[in-house]
């Protein structure tokens, strides 16, 4: 089997962060991961990026997360991809399949819907995750839900231990009425996160093989607790 986190921030992309993409990559080694997926915070959420600078030096910036981790995930033989987080107003999903090319090709992606995001990324042969669907909502109360605009659900988001695992028990019923695949990630921040996300029955070469396998629900397992209680 073969670990990977779908799910982790660095101090360059996201504001809330408190490690380096590096220090990220070696903790994860050190955790026995064979590969992560850097899903920094974009210009609709928590950044760390200026957004009053131009759009591609924004997006140069941006990804330098992704890629101080690829440098280092090479030199200690982690595998890294990219990937993003968007935000709408807190309500947020992870996106996976686009490339920083890409990104500085859509200037006006801030400007998207949910539902045109969807279908941007779609065209461009991405994947649409909703990440913690039942974060930032009370108990019993409705989420902002969107089963048209997404291909999978994050179930077992291991920030939500901290927060009530009602959201993550939530988040598993909403996929199952909806027939939607699912996801598993630690939205790992610093050194005190939980690590979580998927093992896989064969190694992750590319993005897109992941993209494949989420979407035919097969040839993988969503960590359901802290990894440390599993390694």
């Known amino acids: 089997m073969f670990l990977y986190e779908t ?13 380096s993409a590096k220090e990220q990559v070696r903790m994860y080694k050190e955790l026995g991961y064979d590969g992560i997926f850097v899903t920094d915070h ?4 928590n950044t760390a990026v200026s957004r009053n600078l131009p759009w591609k030096e924004r997006i140069e910036r941006y990804c330098l997360g992704y890629e101080h981790a690829k440098e280092e995930g090479d030199r200690v033989g ?9 935000g709408f107003c807190g309500t947020e999903f992870l996106v996976y399949g686009v490339d920083k090319e890409w990104l500085i090709s859509h200037p006006d992606m801030m400007e998207w819907s949910i539902k045109k995001q969807y279908e941007m990324i779609h065209r461009a042969g991405g994947l ?4 913690h669907p039942f974060r930032g909502h009370d108990k019993g109360k409705a989420a902002k839900l969107y089963p048209d605009a997404v291909d999978a659900v994050e179930v077992y988001n291991l920030g939500n231990i901290w927060r009530g695992v009602w959201m993550n028990e939530s988040a598993l019923s909403y996929a199952k009425e909806q027939n939607l695949p699912i996801t598993g990630g630690g939205d790992a921040h610093n050194a005190g996160s939980l690590h979580g996300g998927i093992l896989t029955e064969e190694r992750i070469c590319s993005v897109e093989e992941f993209i494949r396998m989420i979407l035919k629900k097969t040839g993988y397992d969503v960590i359901k607790d802290s990894i440390k209680e599993k390694v």
């Open 7 to 19: 799910h982790m921030h660095t101090s360059e992309g996201s504001a809330c962060a408190h490690l």
């Open 42 to 45: 974009f210009f609709g959420g």
């Open 78 to 86: 982690l595998q890294v991809f990219f990937g993003i987080e968007t």
């Open 128 to 131: 649409v995750v909703h990440a």
